[in-house]
């Protein structure tokens, strides 16, 4: 009873280390953090009509998933810090699971099994943790499907207790692989571990095969009914089965494009990922982050203690998987794993969008790499030393990846901000439009509708929606009309739908320096010239129409339910406040606006953030002021002087006698004609 307790307790407090990992790598910015691609449309779909509405909004894409999100988003409800706790909590249920499954399989193996599930928590390849709606479930998902390998285990050696904990690993075997899919290649790992465990050396291996098939049949069914619902209803689903088509039209090419994402996948998720971290870490420290040092070195150290204390009791010998066999294990899990991202036609590697498929194959990543250490090094302390390096490290590359998401959330905060001081309401049916934002890695224009939606309709609970976010240079615009005046347009965005007209769309330009820019169709397209969309800049400016501003109607308000604090009033709420008094012929106001700056000691961020103000006080018949700045401003970019020369060419400027000398002088200085 006292071992029974003693071994509890270590247990326990091994868990509690692998918990303190997960908050060590993802807690340090949770409460910094909101939502990011789908996760806002999800958290805007349960706001505006319910958890029901989920049927339709994963309708033709995973339809079962829906049910997993009508369990867990009543639960949680639409708080950005719940989502990123329960993120890290349900990360850690999954590593529980695994660390649960790896003792019953390596019961004197306690260093390795430990090792290798702190090290499946942290993983650095994987770099969608933050989204925290989507992957929170997804780690719930995969919790379940570690739990059923673990009832099938039982019930190979609970002989009275066979048939329910079958029946209970066949359901949770479902729930594993049926919703979401990304684990359905696993299975192929369920027949191994059946052999593994059934082993008997004394026995024939003919014998010991058909036995473990037998065991193996009722997963087997579970496998081959959902695949024939797979292929059978392939038409709810939008991933289709793009390999077979493949492999139809073009077998030897497919094939050996097939080997080399296969490989590519293998070099990219065991090597390439270490090689990463270094350039993570090199970019870090250069840009003054010194502080992601700290945080590795601080998570090693713990993770060296946790080691530590589990080696202390570490057996390494009557073992069904011996340590020879660890990493050929390793090696078949991650390419099993691939199966279901390969059949899709999809890639798998370190970039960014291709990276969320190394979560399942990181459960093979980590057995291969601690297998290969405990085979390679035989000194126990070196072994523990290396083990937490690696930790360490992946910790404080997590850490690099959580700042950069919070960048990403701050720069979206900031857009919305300035959206909403520059544009007051906006007209329902309306379109903003853009061919890209700064954070677009992290948002796409569906997803930003999202916040563009609740800000301006806090009220919305149906379809149409008032106001719809386009990005223009990604594949939104395959479904929009010609950029033309006068063109329909009717969009479907999962639960949603929108209806407007490429003559009700605003035009802007967020800039990775500077403030938020409205364009109006005067604005010169030349400013464009080198971008890689100019063509469509050209094309979008014509058609801004900024009468769907609603400018007499107080400023909408960022939520700070979703937002938390807003920024502070800088320079750019002086420039949105002018560049909307612009609109209004508001000259006064305008240059009210620049003496409060003034007196704050804010100064433009781009020179053309002067243009409003030169143009008021031009109206307002202070022409020295003016053309100082205009002077300023040409000193930083001459690109600028289309826009000069069209403010100070306006006719009622040119009537005013004062200053008339100076300003012609300008005029010709500027060379205006034929502009």
């Known amino acids: 009873m006292r071992v029974a307790k003693k071994q509890f307790l270590n247990h326990f407090l091994l868990a509690i280390g692998l918990l303190l990992i997960c908050v060590f790598s993802y807690g340090l910015v949770a409460n910094k953090l909101g939502y990011f691609l789908d996760d806002w449309y999800i958290i805007w779909t349960y706001r505006t009509f319910g958890v029901e509405k989920f049927l339709d909004f994963f309708k033709g894409d995973r339809p079962l998933f829906s049910y997993v999100y009508m369990v867990f988003i009543p639960l949680i409800k639409d708080s950005p810090l719940n989502w990123q706790l329960f993120a890290i909590f349900t ?220 080696h202390r009791t570490n057996r390494t010998t009557d073992s069904r998987i011996t340590s020879f066999w660890l990493p050929v294990l390793g090696v078949y899990i991650i390419l099993v794993g691939m199966i279901p991202v390969l059949i899709a036609g999809l890639d798998i590697g370190l970039a960014f969008h291709n990276n969320r498929f190394l979560l399942h194959l990181s459960v093979g990543v ?18 523990l030393v290396l083990l937490a390096l690696l930790i360490g490290i992946s910790i404080g590359a997590n850490f690099i990846v959580g700042n950069e998401y919070k960048k990403a959330w701050e720069a979206q905060k900031y857009f919305f901000s300035q959206l909403t001081w520059r544009v007051p309401q906006i007209r329902p049916g309306t379109v903003l439009i853009t061919p890209e934002v700064p954070f677009e890695t992290y948002y796409s224009g569906t997803s930003l509708t999202a916040p563009l939606n609740i800000i301006y309709s806090p009220e919305l609970n149906q379809n149409p929606i008032p106001y719809q976010m386009i990005l223009a240079g990604s594949p939104q615009m395959k479904s929009m009309p010609e950029l033309i005046p006068d063109q329909p347009i009717y969009r479907v965005s999962r639960a949603f739908n929108f209806q407007g007209n490429t003559s009700d769309m605003l035009v802007f330009e967020m800039p990775t320096r500077g403030c938020l820019q409205i364009l109006s169709p005067s604005t010169n397209p030349q400013l464009y010239n080198n971008s890689r969309y100019a063509q469509l800049w ?130 010709d200085e500027l060379k205006c004609e034929g502009d």
Not at 259 to 288: E, P, T, Y
Not at 366 to 383: A, H, K, M, N
Not at 571 to 587: D, F, P, R
């Open 538 to 667: 050209e094309d979008l400016i014509k058609l801004s129409n900024l009468d769907r501003i609603v400018t007499n109607k107080p400023d909408a308000e960022l939520p700070t339910r979703y937002f938390g604090s807003v920024p502070q009033r800088d320079w750019c709420y002086y420039y949105q406040k002018a560049a909307l008094a612009e609109q209004s012929q508001q000259w006064t106001e305008i240059v009210s606006l620049y003496d409060r700056a003034k007196s704050e000691q804010l100064n433009p961020v781009s020179s053309r953030e002067l243009l409003p103000f030169i143009n008021a006080y031009f109206r307002t018949g202070e022409i020295k002021e003016a053309l100082v700045l205009s002077e300023n401003l040409l000193t930083e970019d001459s690109n600028f002087r289309f826009d000069l020369c069209r403010i100070i060419e306006d006719a009622d400027l040119m009537n005013i006698s004062q200053d008339r000398e100076q300003m012609l002088k300008f005029l």
């Open 366 to 383: 980590c057995i291969l790499i601690v297998s290969l250490v405990d085979l390679i090094i035989r000194q126990g302390y070196f072994r």
């Open 91 to 310: 990360k850690w249920l999954s590593g529980i699971s695994l660390w649960c499954l790896l003792r019953l399989l390596m019961p004197k193996k306690d260093l390795s099994t430990f090792a290798i599930t702190a090290l499946f928590l942290v993983y650095p390849g994987f770099k969608f943790h933050h989204f925290a709606v989507m992957y929170s479930q997804n780690y719930a998902i995969l919790a379940v499907y570690f739990l059923s390998h673990i009832f099938m285990i039982l019930a190979i050696r609970n002989p009275k207790r066979r048939c329910v904990y079958t029946i209970l690993a066949m359901i949770l075997q479902f729930i594993g692989i049926a919703p979401m899919e990304l684990y359905y290649g696993l299975e192929l790992v369920r027949p191994i571990l059946i052999f593994l465990e059934l082993r008997d050396d004394t026995k024939p291996l003919k014998v010991q095969l058909t036995r473990s098939f037998k065991t193996w049949l009722p997963y087997l069914l579970v496998l081959f009914g959902f695949t024939l619902f797979r292929v059978g209803f392939g038409q709810l689903y939008s991933y289709q089965l793009g390999l077979v088509n493949q492999l139809k039209s073009d077998p030897i090419s497919t094939i050996k494009q097939l080997a080399v994402i296969v490989f590519k996948a293998l070099v990219d998720s065991i090597f390439n990922v270490w090689v990463d971290i270094l350039r993570q870490f090199h970019a870090a420290i250069k840009s003054g982050n010194s502080i992601v040092v700290g945080v590795s070195v601080a998570a090693g150290l713990f993770a060296l203690l946790l080691l530590f204390y589990s």
